[in-house]
């Protein structure tokens, strides 16, 4: 069964720098992956995705993951943090047999001024 | 092109009394979801729905939860009775059939039961 690690349940980074949030999955299939943000009272929305095509996908607002196979990983980054994206951030596998979005915790990021 | 619509968005309510939280889908996806969100537990899947026919209720908590998909545009999430620890954010979400897995949230239903 598919599974996601998220390392790090908060991260705090200075405005500015470098964001690196980091997802590790398990998959014995090549997998689809997602990285969802979640800002303060809303819902969850997609900011890029991987289907198998390009490893490096860029998504909104400046983000964006490498998918690496030999490390299992699909971490999220950004060159230049900004307050505004101080949010939630999951991580998701899709699951093959049925399709279904298997969760990480989640990492919520905080941006110092 | 509307999103999913949850409502109500806030709700108050006493330990037992009954809750209705509602969900529109997007028009013309046939899969729709129910999560629940707290500090403790992160995002539980509840229920999921395929073309109106609940597909898959193993994360409902216990028999006070029932969800219902009438139609194609309308779900319930009904708590009778309620209980304190039910307090939390309740989101749907949809998709249609044959994408990569992309879910599509609404804005959730906050609830508190006092």
């Known amino acids: 069964a598919q599974s996601v690690t998220q390392l790090g349940s908060h991260v705090s980074v200075s405005e500015g720098a470098l964001v690196l949030l980091r997802c590790n999955y398990s998959?014995?299939?090549?997998?689809?992956l997602f990285w969802y943000v979640q800002y303060p009272n809303q819902g969850l929305q997609l900011l890029l995705k991987?289907?198998?095509?390009a490893t490096l996908v860029k998504g909104i607002n400046g983000f964006e993951a490498e998918f690496k196979k030999s490390e299992t990983s699909f971490h999220l980054t950004k060159p230049s943090a900004h307050m505004s994206d101080a949010a939630e951030y999951f991580c998701?596998?899709?699951?093959?047999?049925?399709?279904?979005?298997?969760w990480g915790a989640g990492t919520k990021l905080i941006i110092k001024p | 092109d509307a999103g999913v619509i949850q409502s109500p968005r806030h709700e108050v309510t006493e330990m037992g009394q009954e809750v209705t939280l509602r969900c529109k889908p997007i028009?013309?996806?046939?899969?729709l979801f129910w999560y629940r969100q707290t500090m403790m537990r992160g995002l539980e899947l509840l229920i999921y729905?395929?073309?109106?026919?609940?597909?898959?209720d193993s994360g409902m908590p216990e028999d006070r939860f029932s969800a219902k998909m009438p139609n194609a545009s309308f779900s319930t999430l009904k708590i009778q009775p309620s209980e304190p620890r039910d307090s939390a954010v309740y989101f749907c979400?949809?998709?249609?059939?044959?994408?990569?897995?992309?879910?599509?949230f609404g804005e959730g239903s906050r609830l508190t039961v006092l």
């Open positions: 979400a949809s998709r249609p059939t044959g994408a990569t897995g992309e879910l599509f």
């Open positions: 028009s013309g996806h046939d899969y």
């Open positions: 729905f395929n073309n109106n026919v609940p597909i898959d």
């Open positions: 998959s014995s299939v090549p997998p689809y």
């Open positions: 991987y289907t198998s095509a």
């Open positions: 998701a596998v899709r699951e093959d047999s049925n399709y279904q979005l298997i």
